[in-house]
C-alpha cells in the first residue's frame, strides 16, 4: 500500500508539471501571455530544477550544502563555452543546447566529486561552512576566467595578457567581465524536458535501493554503518547527482540570455535556492517544484511596489514557513490524507462486492 501512494505522489508531480506547461503553451499560442511573464518561464525552469536538486541533498541525504550556485555557475559558462566552440560545426541549435546541457552537467559533476571527496566527511555546520567557501571558490575561478576561440581552437589563461589568440579569434569567457555576446539558445519546451527528466532521475533515485540507503543514512549514521553500508559512497553519490543536475540547470540559465557574469552565481543565490527547498518541504520534491514556481515569480509580481516589495516577500516567507511547519496543519493534513485513504478504501471494497 506505501508503495502505492509514493507512485501517486510521483504521477501527481509529473502531472502537476505536465498541465503547467501545457497551460502556459496554449495561453502563449493565444497570445494571452505578457513579454515579463514569458521572460519568467525559463528561469523558473531552471529554479525548479535546482531546488529539485538541491532537495537531494538537503532534504533526502540530510546535509546542508550552501555552495548549490557554484554548481550552477559551472554549468553555465561551460555550456556557453560549449555553444559558442560548435556554432560553427553544428548548425541546429537544439542540438546545441543539448550538447551545451550536457557537458555542463559532466563538468560540474566533476566538480561535485571534487569538492565531495573531503567535504562530505564533514557533518552539521562544518559541511554547510565549507560547501559555501567552495562555492565561492568556484564563483571565484570562473570570474578570474579567459577563454577564447579562434580558427586554431580554443584557448584559456587566468590573465588577460596571456589569452594569445590569431586575428580572427573572439572573447567567449573575459574574466570579471563574463561572457558577452552570448547567443541566446535556451527555450522553455526544452526547460520543460529538463525538469522531466531531473524528476525522473531524483525519484527513481529516492525510490530505489540506493535512495532507501541515503535516508538510512539520513536517519541514523551509526546504525547504517553497522550493516555494512558505506556512508560516503552514497552521500557523494546523491552530491554528485545534484551537482549534475544542477550544472545542466546552468547552461539552460547562461543561454538564456546575451551577457552573464559569475556575480550572478554568489552566496545569495544559493540561500534562495535553500529557501525554495526549506519552504517546500524537506524532501518533498512535489513542494519544491510549486515552492520554486511560487516564491520566484512572487517579487517579480510585486516589482511595483519599489521599497516595499523584498518587506512583503519576507513577511509573505516568515507566513508560509509558519504555516508549512505548524504542528496542527500538520496534523490536519495527516487527518485529512487518512481520510481519502479510507474513502477510496471503501469504494474499492464496494466495487469488488459489485
Known amino acids: 500500500m506505501k508503495k ?3 507512485n501517486k505522489t510521483n504521477l501527481a508531480t509529473y502531472g502537476i508539471v505536465i498541465v503547467g506547461f501545457a497551460v502556459m503553451q496554449i495561453l502563449s499560442m493565444l497570445g494571452l501571455l505578457s513579454s515579463s511573464l514569458k521572460g519568467y518561464l525559463i528561469p523558473i525552469c531552471v529554479y525548479i530544477v535546482l531546488a529539485v536538486s538541491l532537495n537531494l541533498v538537503v532534504g533526502i541525504s540530510g546535509e546542508l550544502s550552501l555552495g548549490h550556485a557554484g554548481f550552477m555557475g559551472v554549468g553555465a559558462f561551460a555550456g556557453i563555452v560549449v555553444a559558442a566552440a560548435l556554432k560553427d560545426v553544428v548548425d541546429s541549435n537544439v542540438l546545441r543546447l543539448v550538447a551545451a546541457m550536457i557537458v555542463g552537467g559532466v563538468i560540474a559533476g566533476v566538480a561535485g566529486v571534487i569538492v565531495g571527496v573531503p567535504v562530505l566527511r564533514l557533518r552539521g555546520d562544518y559541511l554547510a561552512i565549507v560547501t559555501l ?8 575561478i570562473i570570474g ?3 577563454i577564447g576561440k579562434d ?8 590573465k588577460a595578457e596571456n589569452l594569445h589568440m590569431l586575428e580572427d579569434g573572439k572573447k567567449i569567457i573575459a574574466g570579471p567581465m563574463g561572457a558577452a555576446g552570448v547567443q541566446k539558445l535556451s527555450t522553455f519546451p526544452m526547460g520543460f524536458v529538463l525538469i522531466l527528466f531531473t524528476l525522473f532521475v531524483v525519484l527513481n533515485l529516492v525510490n530505489s535501493k540506493e535512495g532507501r540507503a541515503i535516508k538510512a543514512v539520513r536517519d541514523n549514521r551509526i546504525a547504517a554503518e553497522s550493516v555494512g553500508i558505506n556512508v560516503t559512497a552514497f552521500r ?10 544542477a550544472g545542466m540547470a546552468g547552461a539552460l540559465y547562461g543561454l538564456n540570455f546575451s551577457s552573464i557574469t559569475a556575480s550572478k552565481f554568489n552566496f545569495n543565490t544559493s540561500i534562495n535556492i535553500l529557501v525554495f527547498v526549506v519552504l517546500g518541504g524537506m524532501g518533498n520534491i512535489l513542494g519544491s517544484v510549486i515552492s520554486a514556481t511560487v516564491l520566484y515569480v512572487l517579487p517579480e509580481a510585486m516589482r511595483g511596489l519599489y521599497d516595499y516589495r523584498m518587506i512583503l ?3 509573505v516567507l516568515i507566513l508560509v514557513m509558519l504555516f ?3 504542528p496542527k496543519v500538520k496534523g490536519m493534513v495527516q487527518v485529512a490524507k487518512a ?9 474499492k471494497e464496494a466495487g469488488n462486492n459489485g
Open 151 to 158: 580558427s586554431e581552437g580554443l584557448h584559456m589563461a587566468f
Open 236 to 245: 557523494l553519490k546523491a552530491f554528485v547527482v545534484s551537482a549534475f543536475l
Open 339 to 347: 481520510a481519502i485513504a479510507e474513502k477510496l478504501n471503501l469504494k
Open 4 to 6: 502505492l501512494n509514493i
Open 133 to 140: 567557501a567552495f562555492g565561492e571558490i568556484l564563483k571565484n
Open 324 to 326: 508549512t511547519w505548524s
Open 313 to 315: 516577500y519576507a513577511i
Open 144 to 146: 578570474n576566467l579567459y
